[in-house]
């Protein structure tokens, strides 16, 4: 059974909600033009974006074999984030609706 860790990617400090959509929509797009393998180890998004202090974070479920290029590359387009914990791991049955939604590949 395929196991999976949790990332949460934050927004900055103080960034209306709508802002950190759109930088997350962008850093999606260049995964899936340039990154296709990493993305579709990416298995599902949380639904709904939660507060952490004065950011917004959007939590995500993927293959701990993406888990280095995906943060690698939220690096790379200045996007911070909680390293997955690759300790804690999920299956994909703990990934269901409607907190979740799976990512169609």
């Known amino acids: 059974m395929e196991e999976y860790c949790s990332l949460t990617i934050l927004s900055q400090p103080g960034e209306v909600q709508s802002d950190f959509n759109k930088r997350l ?13 990493d993305y579709e180890r990416v ?16 939590d995500y479920l993927l293959e701990a074999t993406a888990v280095d290029c995906v943060e690698a590359e939220l690096i790379v387009a200045g996007l911070e984030y909680s390293p997955a914990d690759r300790a804690d791991l999920y299956t994909k049955y703990e990934a269901t609706p409607p907190d979740w939604f799976q990512i169609d590949h």
């Open 25 to 37: 929509i962008a850093f999606w797009t260049v995964m899936l033009r340039s990154r296709l393998n």
């Open 43 to 58: 298995y599902a998004e949380a639904t709904a974006v939660r507060t952490h202090g004065d950011r917004f974070g959007r």
